[in-house]
Structure formats: C-alpha cells, structure tokens
C-alpha cells in the first residue's frame, strides 16, 4: 500500500505541476482524513471536534471526508491560504454533504486582514433554512441558491481586476466573488477584498444548544484566479478501494464469462484491499460495475482506475485488448503489461499532457454510473489476470448533453 501511495504521490505532483501554481495545496481527506493531520501545523481545529471518518450511509460519493462536529461548542478548524505570507489572490473549492436535514447552521469563511466574506446556511438567523446564504463582513443576505441534499462546491475567487476567463469566456469582477455549484446571485462581489489570508469552517455561530455538523471534502485553493468548478476535483471513489464487505458485492461477472472477480489484501497493509479478476478459460467478457453511485454533477470525467495487467504473479497472462468503459466512452489499454508486481498502469494515461482532454467521458447527473472492464473474447489465451486498486472520476468541466429527442430527416421513398 505504501508503495501504491508514493507512486501515486508522485505521479500526482506531475499531473498537477501545469495547473496549480506554487503555494496551492489540495486535500481530499482520503488520505489524511484523522486527527492528527487535522491538529497537524496546516490544521487548527479550535474548541470542537474535527476528525475524518468513513461516511458512506445515503452518500452518494463514498469517501473519506472531514467532519466539524459542534458538541458540545463551536468548531471553527481554521487553515492559513496562499503563498508564505498568507495573502494572495486566487481561487478556493470547497465541497461539503448536506444531508437536507440535520445541518443547522454554518459558514464556510474566507478572511483577508480587513474583511470576510463566507457561504453557508443559517435556520434561525435569516428566517428560512431552504437556501443557503452569503455572509459579507457580518451582513448576512439569502443567494436565492435552493438548498437540496448531496455534494455542493462552494467557490470564492480573490481578483485584483474584472475581466474575462479565457479558457471558459465567463467574467470574473474586482473583489471577491462567491458561486454555489457554479452559480451567481445578487450581492455576491465584496469588491474591496482581494485578497485571502485563512479558510475557517464555523459550524453553529454560537448557538451551543444546536446538534450540528457538516461533512468536508475535496478542498482546493489555486493561487491563479480560476472561474467556475475547478478541473481535477475529485468526485466520487466506487467502494474505498474495493474494502469488504461491498468491494466485490458490487461488480458482476457478464453472463457467460469465465471470469472469476475477487478481493485480495494488500501484502504490505493487508487492511487495504484491490479487486482482483482471473480469467482461466480465456472468455474475456469481462465484468461491470452493478452498484448505486450516482454521477453528482452532468460534466466531462477522467476515469482513473490504477491497474495491473498480468503477468503479476506465476505465469498469468495480460487480459489482451484490456478495455475499460464509463458510460458510453471506451478506453483501450491494450495488451501490454505493466511490468511485474508493483509496477502501476493507469487508465487514461494521466502522465501525459492535457490528458483530462483527450480521456474525458460524458456523464448525466443524477444517472447511476455504469462501468465495464473487458477483453477480446476471440482471443486463444488463457490463465489471463488483471487487478484494479480503485476507481476514481475527476472533473474536467461541465457540458450540454444533446436533446432527448432530435428533428429526423424526412425522406420520401419511391419504388
């Protein structure tokens, strides 16, 4: 597992050296989801309780998030932005859970040394709890945003001078602006701030009676100025890693396959487990994905699935033509091995440049998401292995599906 990590470790400081700048940092709390990373010098959790647990009950992505618990005070973890200093301009991505009912009240608070600004939700201090609110040196004023249960990015965009985004064409103002999944609504400039100092979470503003918490995940700060839903976020793992007792119950054999689909410990943290598919007889159907993750946002995703395509172990033979396919998007790893055991292939080939653009598959939020990983079924080889360490979708950027039903051409036939 420690070997898995460092390499995709490494692997990660390559893909994101072009996108993010110096001083940006990037937690999605699979990894460092404790306490001691969250007391840890980045981290200062003030008079509460911020840990990491594994939530998965109604959740449709299934991780490793940050909890800020108020009990039986307010939790206000705090982390300091930017470059050394503290202060600089740029772009902060916030995802958290609302569960539609339990959250009480939060902010989720951005400060410079002059001013604060912050998006959250308040039951009792604004008069509704069904719409979330924006908070500008203490003003607090409804988006008009409606407040509904799943995963939402909140976003705040620190700029020295308005203009337009070049990549996407959508404007950006002096100040800071604040978005909710991607949306604008009245008053959500503080025009004077242009600069960021900390992020901190405030879970129940004073209110100590109030049971409160609030689920964390996926928090990216770049100190380059970006519009809109950042590219790479993380937003959904299938299964943690294919962890017992759900990390086979939820793949499937294609009928007619010889395809045997298992868990198998790590040797080095044998608590950590992949999903291993053995094929004796060389029928090379393959098998799916049959669980309930549901895609949370209608965009283009990188499918990330780290894998091993034999001969790992003994004298297994690579699945020829390994193809992996998300929704209606296919990708053909082919039939090269990886290199013996250790030695990591990835899907997409995520080293290469702009590689989110060429790898990216459609899909429809709220569609449950559907994967397959097969093989030539023509092929005479047999005793064929493949092993996954885990499947991840990232964001690259949202998209228009094409209309459900399209004009036809008409055509006259004549005999």
């Given at each position: 597992?420690?070997?898995?990590?460092?390499?995709s470790?490494?692997?990660?400081?390559?893909?994101?050296?072009?996108a993010?700048?110096a001083?940006?940092?990037?937690?999605?709390?699979?990894?460092y989801?404790d306490?001691?990373?969250?007391?840890?010098?980045?981290w200062?959790?003030?008079d509460?309780?911020?840990?990491?647990?594994?939530?998965?009950t109604?959740h449709?992505?299934?991780?490793?998030?940050?909890?800020?618990?108020?009990?039986?005070?307010?939790?206000r973890?705090?982390?300091?932005?930017?470059?050394?200093v503290?202060l600089?301009?740029?772009?902060?991505?916030?995802?958290?859970?609302?569960?539609?009912?339990?959250?009480?009240?939060?902010?989720?608070?951005?400060?410079?040394?002059?001013?604060?600004?912050a998006?959250?939700l308040?039951?009792d201090?604004?008069?509704?709890?069904?719409?979330?609110?924006?908070n500008?040196?203490?003003?607090?004023?409804?988006?008009?945003?409606?407040r509904s249960?799943?995963?939402?990015?909140?976003?705040?965009?620190?700029?020295?001078?308005?203009?337009?985004?070049?990549?996407?064409?959508?404007?950006?103002?002096?100040?800071?602006?604040?978005l909710?999944?991607?949306?604008?609504f009245?008053g959500?400039?503080?025009?004077?701030?242009?600069?960021l100092?900390?992020?901190?979470?405030?879970?129940?503003?004073?209110?100590?009676?109030?049971?409160?918490?609030?689920?964390?995940?996926?928090?990216?700060?770049?100190?380059?100025?970006?519009?809109?839903?950042?590219?790479?976020?993380?937003?959904?793992?299938?299964?943690?890693?294919?962890?017992?007792?759900?990390?086979?119950?939820?793949?499937?054999?294609?009928?007619?396959?010889?395809?045997?689909?298992?868990?198998?410990?790590?040797?080095?943290?044998?608590?950590?487990?992949?999903?291993?598919?053995?094929?004796?007889?060389?029928?090379?159907?393959?098998?799916?994905?049959?669980?309930?993750?549901?895609?949370?946002?209608?965009?283009?995703y990188?499918?990330?699935?780290?894998?091993?395509?034999?001969?790992?172990?003994?004298?297994?033979?690579?699945?020829?033509?390994l193809?992996?396919?998300v929704?209606?998007?296919?990708?053909?790893?082919?039939?090269?091995t990886?290199?013996?055991?250790?030695?990591?292939?990835?899907?997409?080939?995520?080293?290469?440049?702009?590689?989110?653009?060429?790898?990216?598959?459609?899909?429809?939020?709220?569609?449950?998401?559907?994967?397959?990983?097969?093989?030539?079924?023509?092929?005479?080889?047999?005793?064929c292995?493949?092993?996954?360490?885990?499947?991840?979708?990232?964001?690259?950027?949202?998209?228009?599906?094409?209309?459900?039903?399209?004009?036809?051409?008409?055509?006259?036939?004549?005999?």
């Open positions: 597992m420690k070997k898995i990590l460092c390499i470790f490494i692997l990660s400081l390559f893909l994101v050296s072009g993010f700048a001083g940006s940092w990037f937690d999605d709390f699979e990894n989801a306490q001691t990373a969250l007391e840890a010098s980045d200062n959790a003030l509460g309780k911020a840990d990491g647990i594994l939530d998965s109604n449709f992505i299934r991780t490793q998030s940050m909890r800020c618990e108020q009990y039986p005070v307010e939790t973890p705090t982390r300091k932005m930017g470059n050394d503290g600089s301009t740029g772009t902060l991505s916030l995802w958290f859970y609302d569960d539609g009912a339990d959250i009480k009240s939060f902010d989720i608070r951005v400060s410079s040394p002059f001013h604060y600004v998006l959250g308040r039951d201090q604004v008069g509704v709890d069904t719409e979330y609110t924006c500008k040196d203490g003003v607090v004023i409804n988006t008009g945003v409606t249960t799943g995963w939402h990015v909140f976003l705040f965009n620190a700029n020295v001078s308005s203009g337009t985004d070049k990549d996407n064409g959508l404007p950006y103002e002096l100040g800071t602006e604040m909710i999944d991607a949306q604008r009245p959500n400039v503080l025009d004077t701030m242009t600069l100092l900390d992020l901190t979470i405030y879970t129940n503003l004073g209110n100590a009676t109030d049971q409160n918490a609030i689920w964390v995940d996926s928090i990216q700060w770049l100190s380059v100025g970006a519009v809109g839903m950042p590219k790479q976020t993380r937003m959904g793992n299938i299964s943690l890693e294919f962890q017992p007792p759900v990390g086979t119950t939820e793949w499937q054999e294609f009928y007619g396959s010889a395809t045997e689909v298992t868990n198998k410990p790590d040797g080095i943290d044998p608590t950590n487990y992949f999903l291993d598919a053995y094929d004796e007889l060389g029928y090379f159907k393959g098998f799916y994905y049959k669980g309930t993750m549901t895609v949370p946002r209608t965009a283009y990188v499918f990330e699935c780290p894998y091993q395509n034999g001969p790992t172990w003994d004298t297994h033979n690579p699945w020829p033509d193809t992996f396919k929704g209606d998007t296919e990708f053909h790893e082919g039939s090269t990886t290199g013996g055991t250790g030695i990591w292939a990835y899907v997409g080939a995520p080293g290469k440049l702009n590689w989110y653009y060429r790898t990216h598959a459609p899909l429809i939020g709220g569609d449950t998401i559907s994967i397959e990983v097969t093989g030539d079924p023509l092929s005479p080889l047999q005793d292995f493949v092993r996954l360490a885990r499947c991840e979708l990232l964001y690259v950027r949202d998209y228009a599906p094409p209309p459900i039903t399209a004009v036809q051409n008409a055509w006259n036939l004549y005999e």
